[in-house]
């Protein structure tokens, strides 16, 4: 028998220090936090998720949100003690924080460090002050650099990210950035392609013409050099928007991106194990109340359908350059894989995606026409 892979716990913590652009609750902005109340809160919600999930291997915890860095680092022990006291902690377990780069955050890294965090993905965004203020960003670029190298120091391994395709944005100008970044020697970098989402004050400023983002041309020309400057640097991308040293990807993202199972806690937080569905009360106030009413913070928890299962993990698996194990995907969808095999073929001739007998995946070529590709590989359902 084939053992179980190793299980994700994510711990979400809601609070943000300031509003931040892209909180979407007030609410979750607080000055002060009752911490006792809290820690205990996320511990009984992590009890009802070991109690569903028992005798697993832990591969990963990460910890993401509004500002978890800010979390107090005996709340982070805490938290790391139960989960693997619990569960059987990989020899390798992987445990990441996210951490805005700011000076009051970096201050706190040695503690978080000494808590147990080994990794911590840091939100840089962009090395240049004009695109920190474009983008929202508190810290300029000084406070960013200086928070990255003091997280350097503190973790055995550090990832940050970028974002690129911002307006008037030339080529040649993000090839010296992201050498740039390349330069700080991270293992891993996450870069991100800027989207204008309808209803965002970046959509409302390209409707009024205050804003020019770079073309489908222009956009595609930033993604290849992208690809090509890493690949070349030894951080190739092994996701379309993450790039890592071999051994370096990100364990946590890993086991989503092949849909394995994956536990979350704390306000907010979605899971996936054993076909189901779940989803933590999105609100503090009212998560805490089911926390302290039903000794869990769960407001969704309902099965997928073999289909929809099957769909997710071809959806999520398509983003890795390893592509899908086509048996899993037929398992999973309880005997024949959601895939449109004419579809698949064609784009196979295209040169857009690469089948054998037991894989599928998007090629080099594909990648950047990823969006496209999915919709035309899924099979519908009714028609099928």
Not at 37 to 42: K, P
Not at 129 to 137: E, I, N, P
Not at 164 to 191: K, M, V
Not at 328 to 334: M, P
Request: some cysteine.
């Amino acid at each position: 028998m084939t053992a179980e892979p190793p299980l994700a716990l994510y711990v979400h913590w809601p609070f943000c220090v300031s509003k931040c652009p892209y909180c979407d609750f007030n609410s979750h902005v607080r000055n002060t936090v009752d911490q006792d109340a809290w820690r205990d809160a996320l511990l009984a919600d992590l009890a009802h998720e070991v109690r569903a999930l028992p005798g697993r291997t832990l591969g990963s915890i990460f910890f993401g949100g509004g500002t978890p860095s800010l979390m107090p680092p005996s709340t982070v022990a805490a938290i790391l003690e139960a989960a693997q006291r619990a569960w059987t902690p990989a020899p390798d377990i992987e445990i990441t924080l996210e951490a805005n780069p700011s000076s009051v955050e970096a201050a706190r890294f040695a503690d978080l460090a000494s808590a147990g965090v080994n990794r911590v993905s840091l939100g840089l965004q962009a090395l240049e002050d004009d695109a920190l203020r474009f983008l929202g960003r508190a810290h300029g670029v000084a406070e960013g650099l200086a928070a990255l190298d003091t997280a350097q120091r503190s973790f055995a391994r550090v990832s940050f990210d970028l974002i690129y395709a911002l307006p008037d944005q030339r080529l040649a100008a993000w090839e010296a950035e992201l050498d740039r970044a390349l330069s700080f020697g991270t293992e891993h970098l996450s870069l991100y392609q800027l989207t204008i989402e309808p209803g965002t004050r970046f959509a409302t400023e390209a409707a009024k013409g205050r804003i020019t983002v770079p073309d489908g041309d222009a956009a595609a020309d930033l993604f290849e050099a992208t690809r090509a400057i890493t690949a070349i640097a030894g951080l190739p991308a092994y996701e379309t928007s993450n790039h890592a040293r071999r051994g370096a990807e990100s364990r946590h993202n890993l086991t989503y991106w092949r849909y394995g199972d994956y536990a979350g806690v704390g306000p907010g937080a979605h899971g996936r194990r054993g076909g189901l569905a779940t989803a933590r009360r999105k609100k503090p106030e009212n998560w805490m109340s089911a926390v302290a009413r039903n000794g869990h913070g769960i407001e969704i928890e309902e099965p997928l359908a073999p289909h929809d299962r099957a769909t997710e993990a071809l959806l999520m698996g398509l983003r890795l350059a390893e592509g899908i194990d086509l048996r899993r995907i037929a398992a999973l969808a309880g005997g024949t894989a959601p895939i449109d095999l004419r579809a698949a073929s064609r784009l196979e001739a295209l040169g857009l995606v690469a089948i054998d007998s037991e894989r599928l995946r998007v090629t080099e070529a594909g990648a950047l026409l990823l969006d496209a590709i999915l919709p035309q590989i899924v099979a519908d359902p009714i028609a099928a």
